[in-house]
């Protein structure tokens, strides 16, 4: 039986600790009660002297039943039983205290892991953050680049050119005009298929003088080419000329 009790206790100090606290909690109380029964029948033998036929627990000192060696006996036998009695309680305490320890050191090392797992966690979400921003502010930098691009080419598109214009309201009569108009386009006429990729230069304005590279300032000197119409020496312009 005892040690069907040891390994009963055993289960609950390591499987049931609530359950064991709750035992303890409700078996000290029974314990005091016992003892107090104990002290009141002590203190009532000791009072009542009893019979000769039917002995009481603790015989009266000069009775025919008086045993100073049993009396002995069982002093020391209840000294022993409440030795017994302190130690249980305090290995029983010791138990408590030790597995209470156990369970707060592990409880810290556990709260020690998840921090060591959340802390690179956190890390690779920041890291991750300030990709996805870097991305956004990169997007939104190309989007107003192609913006601008855009508005700028549209505003070329629109707006009428400065040879366009003079082509418009200058005359041609004579060789000499087809010839400066000729020199005309070469200088001031916008080159479309080249167009500048940098937003300096596609931020220049459309009447502002380009000369064509190559050639003089005005177009004064022209290599001779075959397709190149030749000028008269001495051209002359007729007296009535009709403007459109």
Same mark, same amino acid.
């Given at each position: 039986?005892?040690?069907?009790?040891?390994?009963?206790?055993?289960?609950?100090?390591?499987? *049931?600790?609530?359950?064991?606290?709750? @035992?303890?909690?409700?078996?000290? !109380?029974?314990?005091?009660? =016992?003892?107090?029964?104990?002290?009141?029948?002590?203190?009532?033998?000791?009072?009542?002297?009893?019979? #000769?036929?039917? #002995?009481?627990?603790?015989?009266? !000192?000069?009775?025919?039943?008086?045993?100073?060696? @049993?009396?002995?006996? @069982?002093?020391?036998?209840?000294?022993?039983? @409440?030795?017994?009695?302190?130690?249980?309680?305090?290995?029983?305490?010791?138990?408590?205290?030790?597995?209470?320890?156990?369970?707060?050191?592990? &409880?810290?090392?556990?709260?020690?892991?998840?921090?060591?797992?959340?802390?690179?966690?956190?890390?690779?979400?920041?890291?991750? /953050?300030?990709?996805?921003?870097?991305?956004?502010?990169?997007?939104?930098?190309?989007?107003?680049?192609?913006?601008?691009?855009? &508005? &700028?080419? /549209?505003?070329?598109?629109?707006?009428?050119?400065?040879?366009?214009?003079?082509?418009?309201?200058?005359?041609? *009569?004579?060789?000499?005009?087809?010839?400066?108009?000729?020199?005309?386009?070469?200088?001031? =006429? !916008?080159?479309?298929?080249? &167009?500048?990729?940098?937003?300096?230069?596609?931020?220049?304005?459309?009447?502002?003088?380009? #000369?064509?590279?190559?050639? !003089?300032?005005?177009?004064?000197?022209? =290599?001779?080419?075959?397709?190149?119409?030749?000028?008269?020496?001495?051209?002359?312009? #007729?007296?009535?000329?009709?403007?459109?």
């Amino acid at each position: 039986m005892q040690q069907l009790d040891d390994v009963y206790k055993w289960y609950l100090s390591f499987c *049931c600790p609530d359950q064991q606290q709750q @035992q303890q909690q409700q078996q000290q !109380p029974r314990q005091k009660q =016992k003892q107090q029964q104990q002290q009141q029948q002590l203190a009532a033998a000791s009072c009542s002297g009893g019979c #000769p036929q039917e #002995p009481t627990e603790i015989p009266l !000192p000069g009775s025919a039943f008086w045993d100073p060696q @049993q009396q002995q006996q @069982q002093q020391q036998q209840q000294q022993q039983q @409440q030795q017994e009695l302190q130690q249980h309680q305090q290995s029983e305490s010791e138990e408590d205290e030790d597995e209470e320890e156990e369970e707060r050191q592990e &409880q810290q090392q556990d709260q020690q892991q998840q921090q060591q797992q959340e802390q690179p966690q956190e890390q690779e979400q920041e890291e991750q /953050q300030q990709e996805e921003q870097q991305l956004e502010q990169h997007e939104q930098e190309q989007q107003l680049q192609q913006q601008q691009q855009e &508005q &700028q080419q /549209q505003l070329q598109q629109s707006a009428p050119s400065f040879y366009d214009y003079i082509a418009a309201h200058a005359p041609v *009569c004579t060789a000499a005009d087809k010839l400066r108009q000729y020199k005309m386009k070469l200088l001031f =006429k !916008p080159q479309h298929q080249q &167009q500048a990729s940098s937003s300096s230069s596609s931020s220049r304005n459309l009447f502002e003088y380009q #000369p064509a590279q190559g050639l !003089p300032p005005w177009g004064l000197v022209l =290599k001779p080419s075959e397709n190149e119409e030749v000028a008269a020496v001495n051209p002359k312009r #007729p007296l009535q000329c009709h403007f459109q």
